[in-house]
């Protein structure tokens, strides 16, 4: 199975941007990059997804590589509650034979300074 | 919609009971997960169901697991004789097939935390 890199954590300062990176080089053509992202004492929650072209929603950018080695989830106003772990996952077709599981890694801890 | 709901959130248990919690899907969605998470790590996965059916088991659910999902709608996860490596969150979720599936979202609940002594 493709498998994701991220960062153990990342800082980020109230307001600005976040820009958290993902590296997938043994990605296949057919793989979604999807990115969740667990809140202290939660559930994890979907963020955004996308296959080749970058792609925005209320939540976050995601910014996907021309060689879709690598991504990049951008946050692009960090707020306190935006502090999370976040998750960069790959759907590959293997997991969607078997019921589009999602195998999370570690991810990103993101901590937001006020 | 009220979202994934997860009882009990807290559970402690002394070892060699068993123990059941319950997971009520988001309203219509036709598969529903479960997974299990432990302090530091990301959720793994254990097992899912599309509709009545369990489709797939992962080797991390032993025989002491079992779970269902009566009728297609809400579902249990039972664990008999509880070992303390059975400590962990228990999450659920649910997510609404349609079509191949790419676009397939999983809505999680707030798990339970099984505690065992």
């Known amino acids: 199975d493709a498998k994701t890199t991220q960062p153990n954590s990342m800082e980020s300062n109230e307001e600005e941007p976040v820009h958290l990176p993902c590296n997938h080089s043994?990605?296949?053509?057919?793989?979604?990059i999807h990115w969740y992202r667990q809140l202290p004492s939660q559930g994890p929650e979907y963020v955004i997804h996308?296959?080749?072209s970058n792609v925005n929603n209320r939540m976050a950018s995601l910014a996907i590589a021309e060689d879709r080695k690598s991504s990049t989830l951008i946050l692009h106003r960090a707020t306190l509650r935006d502090a999370a772990v976040y998750y960069c996952?790959?759907?590959?077709?293997?997991?969607?034979?078997?019921?589009?599981?999602?195998?999370f890694g570690g991810g990103t801890r993101v901590l937001v300074k006020p | 919609d009220t979202g994934v709901s997860q009882d009990p959130r807290h559970k402690i248990t002394k070892r060699g009971q068993n123990v059941t919690f319950r997971c009520d899907p988001i309203s219509e969605h036709n598969r529903l997960y479960w997974y299990r998470q432990t302090l530091g790590q990301g959720p793994e996965f254990l097992t899912y169901?599309?509709?009545?059916?369990?489709?797939?088991k992962s080797r991390l659910l032993s025989d002491r697991f079992s779970a269902e999902r009566p009728k297609g709608s809400f579902s249990t996860l039972e664990i008999q004789r509880t070992e303390q490596g059975d400590s962990a969150m228990y999450l659920c979720?649910?997510?609404?097939?349609?079509?191949?599936?790419?676009?397939?979202?999983?809505?999680f609940g707030s798990g339970t935390q099984l505690s065992v002594l």
């Open positions: 979720a649910s997510s609404l097939l349609q079509g191949t599936g790419d676009n397939e979202k999983l809505f």
């Open positions: 996952i790959l759907r590959d077709d293997k997991s969607k034979a078997a019921g589009n599981k999602l195998t």
């Open positions: 043994t990605i296949s053509g057919t793989d979604y």
């Open positions: 169901f599309q509709n009545e059916a369990q489709l797939e």
């Open positions: 996308g296959l080749t």
